[in-house]
Structure formats: structure tokens, C-alpha cells
């Protein structure tokens, strides 16, 4: 094992080593280094671990391979945490690794953390100890029923899996796993089922030029003309066009734009989508769904003709179902059927979308639509008084809080304060669930993708303060700034040990109102009080912090002055960082942004399918 992991060092990679003849074509191995091995032809080469019983000989492997200077293993404290950064390590760098857990628990924590990666179409593998397939009694940790194979069946559930019940079935694993994880628009987590028993196994004559090579998809565009000449045909007719930008529109900013001059139309982003108009750009709504904007709600609910672009349309985009009440018609570009078949009256263009986007824009620029200024013009008007909103709620003083018995910052107040600090620095901010996500991209004023990144597909509380710790992964990399409330961090408050281990360079924002905010303020909306979603626990966050070694904690004061002067400060410090911010919660409106959609919650359900169901799109 350590000639081979030394002469692939040497070479630089696998395909290399076998050309220079210093590793042999066949080999005979533990499926554990075939694994490692096949995971480096898929350009593998980070571990985020955290052992136990049931993965001490993949663990064995990983030692070998990383003193040859091959591989790099990094340990984690936390499953949940440990699967976030990965996502986010992928996600932000666009850099594959492999998460590595042991049976039971920690597997399920892992899965558990793998939702972010599955709701957000990001790409990582899965690798996690599972019981033996000798069946010789019940495995420690593992499920306790008299069922074979149950890790494998939960975790197809989540996306897709592949038990190795049989070592030499390692070539088609992988061939599958990288169809999962480098999918070109249904990317996902793939899990990859060890047994105990499995691992040490020998693999004999093991062809490595038959382990598969990362799958490389080529882009794919609509090849009739006539449903692309349909679709420009339906947007000549309509005077006013709205374009839903996905999540899938980030790397097609520059086809984004044209289409929607060429449309004649404007751009309404989703909370993943951030960015891909400059925020100025006179066609971007902003963001428009449950939460929304002014402006992207009213582009939404006024159109007759929406262009739906790499979006999966979930509730929070689309006012679970009802956003769009007098679209009549809709061209949907995207590469997955399901989300190109969500609405009815649909012209279908599938592939990828920037390049089915620049064949609409060429047909459309061969005859553009006559210019809609009225339709312009009204939504240009709902952008300032968004805009004048928005500023209104920024200028807001410190206003009284009853928990804190004094005046502090509004939640607004300091995310813009956070916001601009980290564009000055050129850091990116990433944002956890709650209130605090539904402020942080109704405030965003990103002018690129993933200044800002929103982790809104499963809204994961303790996403981002675990998030960040990619950026001490990572190859290249940035500045990262997590901004979490207080429940948020607490669910994943280990990134004070990981990211000083890890030697992260970054900071962790805790905005503290001793409550989950967001849910608080849904009950009283929709029920007229609170209920067990605060608590009366006052917590010093920068004492906790200051406890861990090698972290810097400071209190951000309460005004944007005293803010301001510790985000400088805790920049300042070459590692881990963190700033406690006491904000307010309370009835005063200006204490957040507020809702400008509908939305499938509560007793608000019954009205909100009442009118999906009236409704025929």
C-alpha cells in the first residue's frame, strides 16, 4: 500500500502512475485502498472524517495514503457540522470530498446534515461504516430489527445509495456516484454503504484503468427549432414578462441578462439566485416568493407570461403555488422534466440553461417583441418603493427591548451592517435559517453570485457557522462570515474547536434575541401570541467563545458605530473570530422586513390552497 500511494504521489495522479509504469494496471488490495484509489480518479482527494468502530480500516487507508502526501483527512466533532461544510466546500469552491462516518449514529447524523446537500442540488459523497453482511448477530449501532441492508434503504431515500455487500462491485458504486454527485442539474449526496466486514476484504487483480473517470457531461440544447420558436413566439405576444431566476442561473448570468432585455421583461430572484443581476440593474425585482420583496412580489403577481429559468419553484419561491395568478402562459428551461413539467400551459425548452437561454435570445433578437414601458415602468415604480422600505428599516434607531432592558439593534440594522463590512473586505456571508435567512437575502444587494450564500432549500439551523470551515478546506480560500441567530449556533456551536483546529480564518456573527424570531413572529401573526419558542437562559456568547483556545470573541455594542469597530477588530485576528449582537424583538414593525407573500403554513393553509385550487396553472 505505501509503494503504490508513493508512486501516485510521485506521478500526480492514478492515470499517470499507471503510464509511468510505477503502479501496475492490476493490483491486488483491501477494498478500503481500492476505494481510496477510485475516489482519486473522481478527483477526491479531502476526507472530512469523524471514525469510529465500524470505520477503523478505510481510516488505516486514509493514514497510508495522506503520509504520501496523496490524500488529506480532516476530523470533525460533529456528523451534521462535518456534512455541512462539505456542501458548503463544494457549493462555494466548487471542490469534491468525501464525508466519512462510522455505522449508527453517526450516520444518521451525517444523513441527517446530507438535506442541505440534497435540497440544493450540491454534489458530495457519503461514505459511512454499515453492519456486516454475515448476518452473524446484531452489529453494535446498528438498527436493531431482524432486517438486512436498513442503512442502504434509508439513505436511498435521501438520494441515492449503493451498499458494497461485495467489494469487486467497486467499479459500479462508483460509476453510479458519480453520475449523483457530478449531476449537471440533479446533483446530489451519494452513499456509499461499508460494511465492517467488507473493508479489509481482498480485492484480487483489481483493474484500476477500469475504475471509472469523473463523469463529464457535455451541455445539451433543445434540437427541434420549433418549441424554441414557440416559446419566442408566446413572449411577443404578452406585454408583460417576468423571469424566475433558479439557483440554476448563477453560472449564466451574462445569458440571464440578455434574455430579459430581449424579453422586454424583468428578473425575480430566488434566495439562491442572489447576484446574477447586479442589485441596481433596473430589470432585478429582487427576491419574490413568501418572503419576497415588494417588487418581486408585485412582478409576480401581475404578469401574463412567466420564464421560469433553473428553478425547482418550492413554496417559498412561488407562494406555494399561488405567485403567479394571471401567468398565461409559460416557457420553462431547465435540464429536469419534473421541474419543467411543474405548471400547466408550459412550452417546454429542456437542457442546460445557459445554453438553451442564448438560442432563445438569438431567436428573439432575429425579431425582438415591441417594447412594454407601462409594464416597465410599473414595476420600476414598486423597485423604488422597495428600495425606500428597505433604507426606511436600515435607518431605524436602536429601539427598547424587553429582554434586554435597553435599546439595542433591529435584526435589519445589523445584517446591513454585517453585509457591508464583509463586501469591504471581500468576504463571502453565509446565512443561517430563520429570521435571520429571510432578513439576510431581502437585504442582500449582491451585484455577482455567491457574494451571499443562503442555504434556503432545507433551512438548516447551524448551517452556516459549520459552513464556513470549507473556507479553511478549501484550495483557494475567502474570507467567510457566518451570520446565525443564537438557536442556530447552538445547534452547531463545535465550529469553535473545528475551525481553530482547521485554522479558519473567518467569523461567526451571533444575532441574539433569545428566541426562534421567525417562528415566534408566524404564531402571532397567525394566532395572536407566542408559544415555547423562546426561553429565559441568557447565554454570554463571548465568554463562551473566549473558552476555546485561539478564538477571538467580542461584543458588537448596541449601535452601528460600536458594531461597525468590532467587525473591524474581529477581522483583524488571523483565526476564528466571533461577535455577539444583542437585537430586538418585539411589535414594532421596523424590527424586521416582513412578508409580501402567501404562504402554505398554519392557519393560513386554508385560504392558500383555496386559491391554488381556483386557480389553473
Same mark, same amino acid.
Given at each position: 500500500?505505501?509503494?503504490?500511494?508513493?508512486?501516485?504521489?510521485?506521478?500526480?495522479?492514478?492515470?499517470?502512475?499507471?503510464?509511468?509504469?510505477?503502479?501496475?494496471?492490476?493490483?491486488?488490495?483491501?477494498?478500503?485502498?481500492?476505494?481510496?484509489?477510485?475516489?482519486?480518479?473522481?478527483?477526491? %482527494?479531502?476526507?472530512?472524517?469523524?471514525?469510529?468502530?465500524?470505520?477503523?480500516?478505510?481510516?488505516?487507508?486514509?493514514?497510508?495514503? /495522506?503520509?504520501?502526501?496523496?490524500?488529506?483527512?480532516?476530523?470533525?466533532? *460533529?456528523?451534521? #457540522?462535518?456534512?455541512?461544510?462539505?456542501?458548503?466546500?463544494?457549493?462555494?469552491?466548487?471542490?469534491?470530498?468525501?464525508?466519512?462516518?462510522?455505522?449508527?449514529?453517526? +450516520?444518521?447524523?451525517?444523513? +441527517?446534515? $446530507?438535506?442541505?446537500?440534497?435540497? *440544493?442540488?450540491?454534489?458530495?459523497?457519503?461514505?459511512?461504516?454499515?453492519?456486516?453482511?454475515?448476518?452473524?448477530?446484531?452489529?453494535?449501532?446498528?438498527?436493531?430489527?431482524?432486517?438486512?441492508?436498513?442503512?442502504?434503504?434509508?439513505?436511498?431515500?435521501?438520494? @441515492?445509495?449503493?451498499?458494497?455487500?461485495?467489494?469487486?462491485?467497486?467499479?459500479?458504486?462508483?460509476?453510479?456516484?458519480?453520475?449523483?454527485?457530478?449531476?449537471?442539474?440533479?446533483?446530489?449526496?451519494?452513499?456509499?454503504?461499508?460494511?465492517? *466486514?467488507?473493508?479489509?476484504?481482498?480485492?484480487?487483480?483489481?483493474?484500476?484503468?477500469?475504475?471509472?473517470?469523473?463523469? @463529464?457531461?457535455?451541455?445539451?440544447?433543445?434540437?427541434?427549432?420549433?418549441?424554441?420558436?414557440?416559446?419566442?413566439?408566446?413572449?411577443? =405576444?404578452?406585454?408583460?414578462?417576468?423571469?424566475?431566476?433558479?439557483?440554476?442561473? %448563477?453560472?449564466?448570468?451574462?445569458?440571464?441578462?440578455?434574455? #430579459? /432585455?430581449?424579453?422586454?421583461?424583468?428578473?425575480?430572484?430566488?434566495?439562491?439566485?442572489?447576484?446574477?443581476?447586479?442589485?441596481?440593474?433596473?430589470?432585478?425585482?429582487?427576491?419574490?416568493?413568501?418572503?419576497?420583496?415588494?417588487?418581486?412580489?408585485?412582478?409576480?403577481?401581475?404578469?401574463?407570461?412567466?420564464?421560469?429559468?433553473?428553478?425547482?419553484?418550492?413554496?417559498? $419561491?412561488?407562494?406555494?403555488?399561488?405567485?403567479?395568478? %394571471?401567468?398565461?402562459?409559460?416557457?420553462?428551461?431547465?435540464?429536469?422534466?419534473?421541474?419543467?413539467?411543474?405548471?400547466?400551459?408550459?412550452?417546454?425548452?429542456?437542457?442546460?440553461?445557459?445554453?438553451?437561454?442564448?438560442?432563445?435570445?438569438? %431567436?428573439?433578437?432575429?425579431?425582438?417583441?415591441?417594447?412594454?414601458?407601462?409594464?416597465?415602468?410599473?414595476?420600476?415604480?414598486?423597485? =423604488?418603493?422597495?428600495?425606500?422600505?428597505?433604507?426606511? =428599516?436600515?435607518?431605524?434607531?436602536?429601539?427598547?427591548?424587553?429582554?434586554?432592558?435597553?435599546?439595542?439593534?433591529?435584526?435589519?440594522?445589523?445584517?446591513?451592517?454585517?453585509? @457591508?463590512?464583509?463586501?469591504?473586505?471581500?468576504?463571502?456571508?453565509?446565512?443561517?435559517?430563520?429570521?435571520?435567512?429571510?432578513?439576510?437575502?431581502?437585504?442582500?444587494?449582491?451585484?455577482?453570485?455567491?457574494?451571499?450564500?443562503?442555504?434556503?432549500?432545507?433551512?438548516?439551523?447551524?448551517?452556516?457557522? $459549520?459552513?464556513?470551515?470549507?473556507? +479553511?478546506?478549501?484550495?483557494?480560500?475567502?474570507?467567510?462570515?457566518?451570520?446565525?441567530?443564537?438557536?442556530?449556533?447552538?445547534?452547531?456551536?463545535?465550529?469553535?474547536?473545528?475551525?481553530?483546529?482547521?485554522?479558519?480564518?473567518?467569523?461567526?456573527?451571533?444575532?441574539?434575541?433569545?428566541?426562534?424570531?421567525?417562528?415566534?413572529?408566524?404564531?402571532?401573526?397567525?394566532?395572536?401570541?407566542?408559544?415555547?419558542?423562546?426561553?429565559?437562559?441568557?447565554?454570554?456568547?463571548?465568554?463562551?467563545? =473566549?473558552?476555546? /483556545?485561539?478564538?477571538?470573541?467580542?461584543?458588537?455594542?448596541?449601535?452601528?458605530? $460600536?458594531?461597525?469597530?468590532?467587525?473591524?477588530?474581529?477581522?483583524?485576528?488571523?483565526?476564528?473570530?466571533?461577535?455577539?449582537?444583542?437585537?430586538?424583538?418585539?411589535?414594532?414593525?421596523?424590527?424586521?422586513?416582513?412578508?409580501?407573500?402567501?404562504?402554505?403554513?398554519?392557519?393560513?393553509?386554508? +385560504?392558500?390552497?383555496?386559491?391554488?385550487?381556483?386557480?389553473?396553472?
Amino acid at each position: 500500500m505505501e509503494a503504490r500511494a508513493a508512486a501516485i504521489a510521485a506521478a500526480g495522479d492514478v492515470d499517470r502512475a499507471m503510464a509511468r509504469g510505477t503502479l501496475p494496471r492490476r493490483i491486488t488490495c483491501t477494498l478500503s485502498e481500492g476505494l481510496v484509489i477510485g475516489l482519486l480518479k473522481q478527483g477526491v %482527494r479531502k476526507y472530512l472524517a469523524i471514525f469510529g468502530h465500524g470505520s477503523t480500516d478505510l481510516a488505516e487507508a486514509l493514514r497510508v495514503y /495522506e503520509a504520501a502526501g496523496v490524500v488529506r483527512t480532516f476530523n470533525f466533532r *460533529n456528523e451534521v #457540522a462535518m456534512s455541512h461544510a462539505a456542501s458548503a466546500l463544494r457549493w462555494q469552491y466548487d471542490e469534491q470530498a468525501a464525508v466519512v462516518t462510522s455505522i449508527g449514529p453517526g +450516520a444518521l447524523q451525517a444523513m +441527517a446534515g $446530507s438535506l442541505a446537500a440534497a435540497s *440544493n442540488g450540491i454534489g458530495v459523497w457519503h461514505v459511512y461504516g454499515d453492519e456486516t453482511t454475515h448476518d452473524e448477530g446484531c452489529n453494535m449501532q446498528q438498527i436493531p430489527k431482524h432486517e438486512q441492508g436498513l442503512y442502504g434503504r434509508l439513505t436511498a431515500v435521501m438520494g @441515492e445509495s449503493y451498499v458494497l455487500h461485495t467489494p469487486e462491485a467497486l467499479r459500479s458504486a462508483l460509476r453510479r456516484g458519480s453520475l449523483r454527485v457530478n449531476h449537471p442539474f440533479r446533483a446530489g449526496p451519494f452513499y456509499l454503504m461499508l460494511p465492517i *466486514n467488507t473493508q479489509p476484504q481482498t480485492i484480487r487483480d483489481l483493474n484500476l484503468a477500469a475504475l471509472p473517470e469523473r463523469l @463529464e457531461v457535455p451541455v445539451t440544447a433543445v434540437a427541434a427549432p420549433e418549441p424554441v420558436a414557440r416559446a419566442a413566439a408566446a413572449i411577443r =405576444r404578452h406585454r408583460r414578462v417576468v423571469i424566475k431566476a433558479g439557483g440554476g442561473t %448563477r453560472r449564466h448570468a451574462a445569458a440571464l441578462a440578455r434574455l #430579459a /432585455e430581449l424579453a422586454d421583461g424583468v428578473v425575480v430572484l430566488s434566495p439562491g439566485s442572489l447576484g446574477v443581476l447586479p442589485d441596481a440593474h433596473p430589470r432585478n425585482m429582487h427576491v419574490g416568493g413568501s418572503k419576497g420583496s415588494i417588487s418581486g412580489n408585485f412582478a409576480m403577481a401581475e404578469a401574463d407570461l412567466l420564464i421560469a429559468v433553473g428553478t425547482r419553484a418550492v413554496c417559498q $419561491s412561488d407562494c406555494s403555488g399561488i405567485g403567479y395568478p %394571471r401567468v398565461r402562459t409559460v416557457v420553462n428551461i431547465n435540464g429536469d422534466f419534473g421541474d419543467l413539467a411543474h405548471y400547466n400551459r408550459t412550452i417546454m425548452l429542456p437542457g442546460d440553461v445557459g445554453c438553451v437561454m442564448e438560442q432563445l435570445v438569438a %431567436r428573439l433578437a432575429s425579431e425582438p417583441p415591441a417594447p412594454a414601458p407601462g409594464w416597465i415602468a410599473a414595476c420600476g415604480e414598486r423597485k =423604488r418603493q422597495w428600495v425606500e422600505f428597505k433604507n426606511g =428599516r436600515l435607518r431605524c434607531p436602536p429601539l427598547h427591548d424587553p429582554v434586554w432592558s435597553r435599546p439595542v439593534l433591529t435584526q435589519p440594522v445589523a445584517i446591513h451592517a454585517v453585509l @457591508e463590512f464583509a463586501r469591504s473586505v471581500g468576504a463571502t456571508s453565509y446565512f443561517d435559517a430563520g429570521d435571520v435567512q429571510a432578513n439576510g437575502f431581502q437585504i442582500a444587494a449582491d451585484d455577482t453570485p455567491l457574494q451571499t450564500i443562503t442555504e434556503a432549500g432545507a433551512s438548516y439551523m447551524g448551517f452556516a457557522a $459549520s459552513a464556513i470551515v470549507a473556507s +479553511a478546506i478549501a484550495d483557494r480560500p475567502r474570507y467567510a462570515v457566518a451570520v446565525c441567530g443564537d438557536g442556530s449556533f447552538l445547534m452547531n456551536p463545535q465550529v469553535l474547536a473545528d475551525g481553530v483546529h482547521h485554522r479558519l480564518k473567518g467569523m461567526v456573527v451571533i444575532l441574539d434575541n433569545r428566541r426562534m424570531g421567525a417562528i415566534s413572529g408566524l404564531q402571532q401573526a397567525q394566532y395572536g401570541a407566542a408559544h415555547a419558542t423562546s426561553d429565559n437562559v441568557a447565554v454570554d456568547y463571548v465568554a463562551m467563545a =473566549r473558552s476555546v /483556545e485561539g478564538v477571538f470573541a467580542i461584543d458588537g455594542g448596541g449601535s452601528t458605530e $460600536s458594531l461597525a469597530a468590532a467587525l473591524r477588530r474581529a477581522h483583524a485576528h488571523p483565526g476564528l473570530s466571533v461577535v455577539q449582537v444583542r437585537v430586538y424583538y418585539g411589535d414594532d414593525p421596523r424590527g424586521g422586513m416582513g412578508a409580501h407573500g402567501a404562504w402554505n403554513v398554519g392557519n393560513w393553509v386554508g +385560504a392558500t390552497q383555496a386559491r391554488y385550487h381556483d386557480q389553473d396553472l
